[in-house]
Structure formats: structure tokens, C-alpha cells
């Protein structure tokens, strides 16, 4: 049987369990947000490789994941390190080449973008509802 609350502890028994709801919710957050963000990271990788923009490994090893908790949820970034980052533009939508014309380019980040959105989301959504 449920405990009984008195009117004037209504108030007090809505807070605390709105607070331990938020403390569920905080660690869904995070834990959805950890392995999305690993997840996004190698899925960047494995579309460099078959997009074969290894040479040297250098660009693979450069991908890194920064999470920075907020006081209310968290954010991660995903992103290439120094100095690799500075060819993630070139490579993701081509450049001009010193020749004249145009450098094929090579989608391998926006990919993952897009797949990192659609998982979060639903991920986030299932930890909350269940």
C-alpha cells in the first residue's frame, strides 16, 4: 500500500520525487550521450576509410570526443584535433585545386552528423519513457 500523505506534505512529496525523476533523467542523459557521441566518432572513421582518405592513419587518430557537462544535460563534441582539423573542411566539400578546376570532395562527416541526430533523439527518447 502506498504511504499516506497529508495535505500539507503534498507539496514537499511532489518536489522530492520530481527531484528524483530529474536525477534518472540526468543519468540517461548521460550515458545516452557517452555512447552516441563514441559511436558518431567511429562511424566519421570507418566513412574516411572507405572513402580512402588514410595514408598515413594521422587523420584517423586525430578524431577526438569532448564531453562537457552543463547544469542541465550535457554536450559532446566531436571533432579532429591539431593540426588535422584544418583539412576537415577541404576534404568534407572539395576546394580549388592550384591547377585551375576543382578537388573531388569527400562526404564523410555529414554522415555521421545526420546519424548522430536521428540516434540521439531516439535514444534520449526510449531512457526517458522507460
Known amino acids: 500500500m502506498a504511504d499516506v500523505i497529508v495535505p500539507e506534505d503534498l507539496a514537499a512529496a511532489i518536489l522530492d520525487t520530481l527531484q528524483e525523476y530529474a536525477g534518472l533523467v540526468d543519468a540517461d542523459v548521460e550515458r545516452v550521450t557517452k555512447a552516441v557521441s563514441a559511436e558518431t566518432r567511429e562511424k566519421i572513421k570507418d566513412n574516411a576509410k572507405k572513402v580512402r582518405l588514410v595514408r598515413t592513419g594521422k587523420y584517423l587518430r586525430s578524431w577526438r570526443v569532448k564531453i562537457k557537462e552543463l547544469p542541465h544535460g550535457m554536450r559532446a563534441t566531436v571533432y579532429?584535433?591539431?593540426?588535422?582539423?584544418?583539412?576537415?573542411?577541404?576534404?568534407?566539400?572539395?576546394?580549388?585545386?592550384?591547377?585551375?578546376?576543382?578537388?573531388?570532395?569527400?562526404?564523410?562527416i555529414g554522415?555521421?552528423?545526420?546519424?548522430?541526430?536521428?540516434?540521439?533523439?531516439?535514444?534520449?527518447?526510449?531512457a526517458i519513457e522507460s
Not at 579532429?80 to 564523410?108: C, D, F, Q
Open 80 to 108: 579532429a584535433s591539431a593540426p588535422r582539423y584544418r583539412i576537415t573542411h577541404l576534404l568534407e566539400n572539395g576546394h580549388a585545386s592550384v591547377n585551375g578546376g576543382r578537388v573531388k570532395a569527400y562526404p564523410h
Open 111 to 126: 554522415e555521421a552528423e545526420r546519424w548522430a541526430i536521428e540516434a540521439y533523439t531516439k535514444a534520449l527518447k526510449e
